[in-house]
């Protein structure tokens, strides 16, 4: 099967191509998972081309581990106006339910947009994603050190569209270390009891996580984010605001992961003594912050 990798300056203008392209008229709309953020800086990577388009969109609703409650989808599928329908997978996870929703998709016509802005070596190395649908979205400085954002279309052949530089990367080997870190984090994360959950029991063949997610529950997760970046240590919480558009009366789960979640890296840079240190350093941080 062709592909072709089209680059952008950023997954948000790849997909706001993608979408324009696809002509969507006023009465259809796009179908998106209801865990979308925004923050001041950096606006919605996500909702920000819907938006600049105008789109029509309904959300389906995630539980608790992003799972996707597919029943649920498939209403919103079935009823009228759906054209098209974006997965997200989060943190370079695939839900365990995609090949189902790809059929659902597939049969309903539905133009299909994957979302692997922190998936891209789940789909180029794994091979786990990417390719369930019409197209796919890179951002490329998520998980390698590099700008801009890649459209992948597939069933296209390759247009020279100047991803090239992305191959220049040992993807195989940046692959296997991320995989390789999540698992000691999660070891090493082990020792913190309850205090700190993973979102993932597992890291299933294939999964190249963008970033290690986990639950704080009994923390101030703002407070042990300012003090783990104080101390140097790079951790993110994706995401830490909802979009006006997902409200908490409506969407409380994905309210209640936002105010708890936050990302450990586990980026190829890391090692070893690395990921001991951050460890080390939530546990301390942890015994200041708790509520
Ligand atoms: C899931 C997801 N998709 C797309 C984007 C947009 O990526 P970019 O910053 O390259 O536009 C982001 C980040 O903002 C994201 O988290």
């Given at each position: 099967m062709g592909r072709s990798f089209q680059m952008f300056e950023s997954a948000r203008a790849a997909f706001r191509a993608e979408l324009a392209r696809a002509h969507?008229?006023?009465?259809e709309c796009i179908l998106l998972p209801a865990y979308i953020g925004w923050s001041p800086r950096e606006g919605s990577g996500v909702f920000d081309p819907i938006a600049a388009l105008g789109l029509r969109f309904e959300f389906y609703p995630l539980d608790l581990k992003l799972r996707i409650d597919v029943p649920a989808l498939e209403r919103a599928i079935e009823r009228e106006g759906a054209r098209a329908l974006l997965l997200i997978h989060y943190f370079g996870r695939v839900d365990e339910s995609c090949d189902c929703i790809a059929a659902l998709a597939r049969d309903a016509g539905l133009l299909l947009i994957e979302d692997?802005?922190?998936?891209m070596l789940s789909d180029l190395v794994g091979g786990v994603c990417g390719r369930l649908g019409d197209a796919a979205l890179y951002s490329l400085h998520k998980m390698l050190p590099e700008a801009g954002g890649v459209l992948v279309r597939n069933g296209v052949e390759d247009d020279g569209g100047g991803a090239n530089r992305i191959w220049r990367h040992d993807l195989g080997a940046i692959a296997r270390r991320r995989r390789q870190n999540a698992l000691r984090l999660a070891e090493l994360l082990g020792?913190?009891?309850?205090e700190v959950e993973p979102l993932w029991d597992d890291l299933p063949e294939g999964v190249v996580p963008q970033t290690w997610p986990v639950r704080l529950r009994y923390a101030d997760r703002n407070a042990v984010y300012r003090e783990m970046n104080a101390a140097g240590y790079g951790v993110v919480s994706l995401y830490h605001t909802m979009i006006a558009a997902l409200p908490r009366s409506r969407f409380p789960e994905a309210h209640e992961l936002s105010r708890t979640i936050l990302n450990l890296p586990i980026h190829q840079d890391v090692d070893e003594r690395g990921l001991a240190a951050i460890a080390r350093m939530l546990e301390a941080v942890l015994t200041v912050c708790r509520v």
């Open positions: 969507l008229a006023p009465t692997c802005a922190h998936a020792g913190l009891g309850g």
